[in-house]
C-alpha cells in the first residue's frame, strides 16, 4: 500500500520527514497523518547549581545544547559518599533543567497539539510559555499535556521549560539515572481525534481457521459543537489490506465517546515466541469525505493460558517460559534510552535461547516492548516496586497515595495492546505482603488491573508466597506449617508469583490448588566475567552473610565465573533451572537478571559500582553460564570449554564443559586424553581436574562416535596487538544509531590475553562520536563517557553514534606497547 496523502503545513512536513503511516486517500480527502513527530532535537540543559526555580533562570544561566534522551548522573563521577548510595550505582543525583524554543505554524492554530514524554526520572515539572501544565513524580510512566491554548503560531517563538529534580536520595534500590531519558513526541490532531492510547484491540476467539478481533476507540470532540463522523478500522498485514470495519457516529461536544468495532480474520497468522507475526490497525476518521485523524496500532493474534497442570500454552503449544528480569539501563548509556542498544541486548538474549522478559520493577520504555513484539518474547509488565511503605528513604511510596491510581491505569492504557505482554505484575517484593494492608492494596490495584484489560493474568513477585519453614535439606510437606503471604491469599491473583523459594516450588499445587504457577525472580548467582578459582568448588556460597566482607580468595571484589557462588536467598544457574525443566506445571522462571545493570552490587560493598547477577556482563560480554542455557533452551549445537589456561605451571584446574546434541566430551591436553565425560541424568555439565601445563586443551563432542564439535583454549602469550570487531560495520546516519565495537587484546599469534587488564584510548574520525566505553568490570570507577577504558579480562567495549552526515567513521584503538588497530564504519540514509 502506498501513501497518497498530500496534506501537511509546512513546518509538520519538515518534522515528519522519514515517518511512514499507513493510509490513503482520494482527490476528495485530505489525510492529517503528521501525528506524532520526534521533539527530542535541540534542547538546552542546565545541571542545577543556580537555579532556584522557574523565575530565577536569567542571561547569565549557562547552557549546553543537547538531543534527548539524555542521562545526566552517568555522566557523572563515581563516589563513595553518593547520596544514591552503592544501590544507585554511588552515581549523583542533583537537579536538572531542560528547556526549548520552537515555533507551530499558524496552519495549525485550529489544531490540537499535545506533547507526550515517555519517562522523565523524577519529579518532572512542566512550564509552556509560562504556563504550568503539571508535575509527575513517577520517573518511568509516560505521560502527556495539551499545549494548545497556551501556544504561539507564526512566527513567534514558543518556549517548553522541564525541571527535573532526582535531588531526594535514596530513591531507588538500582541505578536510576535523572533526567529526560526517554524520548519526547509532539503530537498534532484535528480536534476531532483519536484519544491519547485511546484503542483497545482483543483477539477473544482464536482458531485456525478464523480469528475474531474487537476493537474499542475512544473518540475525543474538542468542537464547541456535535460531529458526524464515519469511523474505519482497517487490518493490514504488512502492507496487504486484510479486512476493514465502518461505523457511523455522532458524538457531542466536547465529548469522549467509546466506540466497538468487530472484525473477524481468515486464516490468521499467529504471533509466537518463534514467529512473532504482527498486524497493524489503521483507525481513520472522516467528516464529510475528508480524513480528519488517523491512528495506527500494531496488535498480534494469538490463544494463551496458564494452566494449572500443564503451565504456559501458547496458540495450543505448551511453552516454557525461559526468561530473564531486565533493568532499564543500557550500561555505559546509562538509562537514556536507545532503540539499537536495546535491540542487541535482546538480540543477545535471544541467541542464548529467552523468550521472555520481565520489566523489573517499573514500566518499560515503549521501545522495549515494540521490540518484544517484533522479535517474540513473552513479557511480564511490572508496575511497582513498592506501595506505601517505603523501601529507601525518598521513593516511590512517599507519592503512592497521590500518583498510584492514575500511574497504573496510564501504564494499562499505553501497554495493553502489545501482543508480547502475558501477563501485568502489580508489585515485586512488596513490604506489607505480610501485613493485611498487602490484601487489601492487591484487590484494588487488581481491581483497576481488571477494569482496563480482562484478558491478561495477573500475578505479583512475592518473596515467597508461602513460607513453609523447613529447613530446605529435609523440605517436607505439611499444611500445618504453612504461613501464607497476604497477597498470594488475598485472592487477588490469577497467578502466584515466586521470587527464589526454590525448594518450594514442587509443592505448590498442594499449596494453591487450581492456580498457576510462575517463577517471577530467581537464582540470584554471581560472576565476574573471565574470573575463575583455579578450583571450581574452592568456593560454595557468597556472601555467606550480610554483615561479613567478601570471602577469602576474591580479591578486589571479583566473584568467581563458575556457577557456583550465589546470594543467600538464591540458588546457582543449575539448582533451579533443574526444577522448573522437570515438571509440566511449573510455567517457566525469570531469572535475576540477563544483563549486569549499574548499582545494587551484592553485597552493598565499595568499590564495586554495579551488580554480579548478570548472565551477560554490563559490556554485553557473555559469561560462561551463558552456554550452559544455550545448551538447554536452544537447538544450537553447544561445546563450550573454560575456563582460560593461562595458570601457574603444575596448578590443578577444573575444567567445565556446557554440551548438547552428543553423547561425551573427550578433554585432550597437548594431544593426550584426559578422559571422556558424559552427563548423567541432572547433570547440566561435566568436569575434569588437570594440572596445568602451557600449550592446548582441546574438547571434542561426539554423538554415536562421531565428532560433533570441537574447541580449543591455548595458553597465551603477553599482549601484543588489539582487535577491533563492529556488531555492525554500516548503520544509518540519523544521529540515533550505534555500532558497538569490541577490543580484544591479543597475543603476537593472535590469541586472546584472558588476563590483560591494558588501558586502551580511543580516537574518532568522521561526522559521529564515542558515546560509551565499558569493559564489565563492576568495580571499575572509569567514566563511561571517556574516550578511554581499562579492559577486563583481554575484552572492552567502545559504543560509537552516527551524525546526521552519511560517509565514513574510523574508530581507531592504541595503549600503550601494543599494535593499534582501526576499523571503519560506514554511515548511510
Not at 559518599?81 to 528547556?99: D, E, M, N, R
Not at 498534532?188 to 484503542?199: E, F, N, Q, S
Not at 517463577?519 to 556460597?541: C, F, H, M, N, P
Not at 580516537?763 to 565499558?774: E, F, P, Y
Request: glycine share 8%.
Amino acid at each position: 500500500m502506498k501513501i497518497k496523502c498530500n496534506y501537511l503545513s509546512r513546518l509538520s512536513l519538515l518534522m515528519l520527514a522519514g515517518i511512514i503511516l499507513f493510509g490513503s486517500c482520494n482527490k476528495k480527502e485530505e489525510a492529517f497523518s503528521n501525528r506524532k513527530v520526534s521533539f527530542n532535537s535541540d534542547w538546552s540543559f542546565h545541571l542545577n547549581d543556580s537555579i532556584i526555580d522557574k523565575d530565577t533562570i536569567g542571561t547569565s544561566t549557562k547552557w549546553r545544547t543537547l538531543d534527548l534522551p539524555h542521562d545526566w548522573s552517568i555522566e557523572g563521577k563515581f563516589d563513595e559518599k553518593s547520596p544514591a548510595g552503592y544501590g544507585g550505582g554511588s552515581l549523583t543525583g542533583g537537579s536538572g533543567w531542560y528547556k526549548k524554543t520552537f515555533k507551530i505554524s499558524s496552519q495549525d492554530i485550529n489544531k490540537t497539539i499535545s506533547i507526550t514524554f515517555d519517562g522523565v526520572y523524577r519529579n518532572s515539572e512542566i512550564w509552556v510559555n509560562g504556563h504550568y501544565l503539571g508535575k509527575r513524580p513517577n520517573g518511568y510512566i509516560s505521560f502527556q499535556y495539551e499545549i494548545s491554548p497556551y501556544l504561539n503560531y507564526g512566527e513567534k517563538s514558543n518556549e517548553i521549560i522541564v525541571k527535573v529534580d532526582n535531588s531526594k536520595q535514596p530513591n531507588s534500590r538500582w541505578y536510576s539515572g535523572s533526567g529526560i531519558f526517554r524520548n519526547v513526541w509532539l503530537e498534532t490532531t484535528d480536534k476531532l481525534h483519536v484519544a491519547k492510547w485511546g484503542t483497545y484491540i482483543t483477539t477473544p476467539k482464536v482458531t485456525a481457521e478464523k480469528a475474531s478481533v474487537n476493537f474499542e476507540t475512544n473518540i475525543q470532540n474538542q468542537y464547541a459543537a456535535s460531529k458526524k463522523a464515519v469511523i474505519t478500522t482497517t487490518i493490514f498485514k504488512d502492507e496487504t489490506k486484510v479486512t476493514s470495519v465502518t461505523q457511523n457516529i455522532t458524538i457531542g461536544a466536547n465529548a469522549n465517546q467509546t466506540i466497538k468495532q468487530n472484525a473477524e480474520v481468515e486464516s490468521p497468522i499467529l504471533w509466537s515466541v518463534e514467529k512473532p507475526e504482527l498486524y497493524t490497525a489503521v483507525t481513520e476518521i472522516s467528516v464529510d469525505d475528508k480524513i480528519v485523524d488517523q491512528y495506527k496500532t500494531n496488535f498480534g493474534i494469538r490463544d494463551f493460558k496458564f494452566d494449572v497442570n500443564k503451565g504456559f500454552i501458547l496458540n495450543g503449544k505448551q511453552v516454557k517460559i525461559k526468561g530473564v528480569c531486565m533493568h532499564h539501563d543500557l550500561g555505559a548509556l546509562g538509562s537514556a534510552i536507545n532503540t539499537r542498544a536495546i535491540e542487541r541486548q535482546l538480540e543477545i538474549l535471544k541467541e542464548m535461547g529467552v523468550n521472555g522478559i520481565r520489566t523489573s520493577h517499573n514500566p518499560p520504555a515503549p521501545e522495549l516492548l515494540d521490540l518484544c513484539d517484533k522479535m517474540g518474547f513473552i513479557v511480564m509488565d511490572e508496575a511497582f516496586d513498592m506501595w506505601e511503605k517505603n523501601k529507601t528513604k525518598y521513593d516511590y511510596g512517599n507519592d503512592w497515595d497521590k500518583w498510584h491510581k492514575q500511574d497504573l491505569i496510564d501504564q494499562l492504557l499505553r501497554d495493553r495492546n502489545h501482543p508480547s505482554i502475558f501477563m501485568w505484575s502489580i508489585g515485586n517484593e512488596i513490604p506489607q505482603q505480610w501485613d493485611e494492608s498487602g490484601a487489601v492494596i492487591a484487590k484494588e490495584l487488581a481491581a483497576i488491573t481488571r477494569q482496563y484489560d480482562k484478558t491478561r493474568p495477573i500475578t505479583a513477585a512475592m518473596n515467597p508466597p508461602v513460607n513453609m519453614n523447613i529447613d530446605n535439606v529435609t523440605l517436607q510437606f505439611d499444611k500445618a506449617k504453612v504461613q501464607y503471604n497476604t497477597i498470594a491469599a488475598s485472592g487477588a491473583l490469577d497467578i502466584i508469583g515466586y521470587n527464589y523459594a526454590h525448594q518450594t516450588y514442587e509443592y505448590h499445587q498442594k499449596n494453591f490448588p487450581g492456580i498457576p504457577f510462575i517463577a517471577t525472580e530467581t537464582t540470584s548467582a554471581l560472576e565476574t566475567r573471565g574470573y575463575y578459582d583455579a578450583v571450581s568448588d574452592s568456593i560454595k556460597k557468597w556472601p555467606v552473610r550480610w554483615d561479613l566482607k567478601f570471602t577469602e580468595g576474591n580479591p578486589g571484589n571479583t566473584v568467581s565465573a563458575y556457577d557456583q557462588v550465589q546470594a543467600p536467598w538464591g540458588s546457582t544457574h543449575e539448582a533451579t533451572w533443574k526444577i522448573i525443566k522437570k515438571h509440566d506445571f511449573l510455567s517457566g522462571m525469570y531469572i535475576w537478571t540477563g544483563f549486569d545493570y549499574i548499582g545494587e552490587p551484592t553485597p552493598y560493598e565499595w568499590p564495586s559500582v554495579s551488580s554480579y547477577f548478570g548472565i551477560v556482563d554490563l559490556a554485553g560480554f557473555p559469561k560462561d553460564v551463558y552456554y550452559m542455557y544455550q545448551s538447554e533452551w536452544t537447538d544450537k549445537t553447544v561445546l563450550h570449554v573454560y575456563p582460560h589456561w593461562n595458570w601457574k605451571a603444575g596448578q590443578t584446574v577444573d575444567i567445565w564443559a556446557y554440551y548438547n546434541n552428543a553423547d561425551e566430551v573427550e578433554l585432550f591436553v597437548n594431544g593426550k586424553s584426559a578422559g571422556k565425560r558424559s552427563k548423567k541424568v541432572d547433570d547440566l555439565h561435566v568436569m575434569w581436574k588437570i594440572p596445568f601445563q602451557p600449550g592446548t586443551l582441546k574438547a571434542v563432542s561426539r554423538k554415536n562416535g562421531k565428532t560433533v564439535l570441537e574447541k580449543e583454549i591455548k595458553t597465551a602469550g603477553n599482549p601484543s596487538q588489539l582487535k577491533l570487531t563492529a556488531d555492525r560495520s554500516t548503520i544509518k546516519a540519523d544521529k540515533n544509531d550505534l555500532s558497538f565495537v569490541t577490543v580484544d587484546i591479543l597475543d603476537e599469534k593472535g590469541t586472546l590475553v584472558p588476563n590483560a587488564n591494558n588501558e586502551i584510548n580511543f580516537s574518532l574520525t568522521g561526522n559521529g562520536k564515542i558515546v560509551g566505553v565499558c569493559s564489565g568490570d563492576p568495580v571499575s570507577h572509569e567514566s563511561y563517557k571517556g574516550s578511554k577504558h581499562t579492559a577486563l579480562n583481554g575484552k572492552c567495549l567502545v559504543i560509537v553514534q552516527s551524525g546526521d552526515k552519511t560517509g565514513r567513521l574510523e574508530l581507531t584503538a592504541k595503549a600503550n606497547g601494543l599494535k593499534p588497530a582501526t576499523i571503519v564504519i560506514t554511515t548511510e540514509e
